[in-house]
């Protein structure tokens, strides 16, 4: 069953036009997206995570709300830097919003991407050793703490005097089921097969962190495969998810049109430096819903994978981006198999 969701990066700006001209605009209307969202039947509602910038930061508390609000819409995160968490308080949060939402969290994790601080996460109290200057083995060191944290490890040693025992105690609350809706947020297919090594979902965004010439699709297409090939490998009993991300923008009024019609430069992959790294981006689909739809039918990793979340430009309020999400479950969506899930939507309003 495909599913399809969308993804808030949560700008927030006070310039004229913007829709969220405040961090607290940004949060309300992202609730309330979550909200209309279920109504139209979309399956779920992500957020982004970026520390030391005008955007969304603090997940948890959003997610909580959201989850508060909704009663069937799955509710997650693309990604969580994991440079700046400490795994066992994010054990905490994620059972706590877990928990209210009855098991709806989707949590996408990973070492996230170029910051606009430079190694911010130190700033938190992480600093990785001299070999780990980006904090790649900090961020798998964490997730595997959390991991097992929210599995029911053992993870302080137990006071006698107010315990009677000298065991282990594990992170309360937790939350059933939870492990198994942790993602990792991948950007090259090493690390798509390291992923399912770890029992892992895979997240893949608009962009990777290689080029081999292929169109993005394709690349993003092997990505897959190699995951799923490792999973099948390391032997895990479960079915994995796999989530993509695409820009989908259909142009239907004279507003959509001044909005998105000069973007054809964005119908194309781009190639270029991130980091010092080689990346491929993946093309925006800008247009006619119909031109839309055929196009994205052919996409080779939106066929591939279960879950594909949709980029909102959030900066145009609720109205706006509920209006375009109409329009893509109504005239887009179809075409990649998927229908709208409208059981106990909005019962919780």
Request: charged share 20%.
């Amino acid at each position: 069953m495909k599913r399809i969701g969308f993804l808030s990066f949560g700008h927030w700006q006070p310039v004229p036009g913007s829709q969220t001209q405040t961090a607290g605009d940004v949060l309300k209307q992202t609730i309330e997206l979550a909200v209309a969202a279920e109504e139209i039947g979309i399956d779920g509602a992500y957020v982004r995570v970026h520390h030391f910038a005008r955007q969304l930061a603090s997940p948890f508390p959003l997610l909580a709300a959201m989850a508060a609000r909704t009663s069937r819409i799955e509710l997650g995160t693309g990604v969580i830097d994991m440079r700046y968490e400490n795994p066992l308080y994010m054990a905490e949060e994620a059972a706590a919003a877990d928990l209210i939402s009855d098991g709806r969290l989707q949590l996408g994790v990973s070492r996230g991407s170029p910051e606009t601080a430079l190694n911010g996460f130190e700033t938190f109290g992480f600093v990785p050793d001299g070999t780990d200057p980006e904090g790649a083995d900090l961020a798998r060191e964490h997730v595997g703490v959390f991991l097992q944290a929210i599995q029911g490890a053992g993870v302080a040693r137990a006071n006698p005097a107010m315990t009677g025992t000298t065991g282990a105690l594990a992170i309360t609350p937790q939350s059933p089921g939870l492990s198994d809706r942790v993602w990792w947020g991948s950007g090259t297919r090493a690390t798509a097969e390291w992923t399912a090594e770890q029992g892992m979902n895979l997240q893949s965004s608009t962009l990777l962190t290689e080029d081999t010439g292929v169109p993005f699709d394709e690349l993003q297409a092997e990505q897959i495969e190699r995951y799923r090939a490792a999973w099948k490998r390391a032997g895990w009993q479960r079915e994995p998810r796999v989530s993509v991300s695409r820009s989908i923008l259909p142009i239907t009024t004279d507003l959509d049109r001044r909005y998105f019609g000069g973007r054809a430069e964005d119908a194309d992959d781009q190639v270029g430096y991130l980091g010092g790294t080689l990346a491929r981006f993946g093309k925006s689909y800008v247009g006619e819903p119909d031109a839309i739809a055929a196009s994205l039918a052919q996409d080779a990793a939106v066929a591939a994978a279960d879950t594909v979340l949709l980029t909102v430009p959030n900066q145009l309020g609720v109205a706006f981006n509920a209006r375009m999400l109409q329009t893509i479950a109504d005239h887009v969506a179809p075409s990649i198999g998927w229908t709208p899930n409208l059981a106990g939507a909005g019962k919780n309003d």
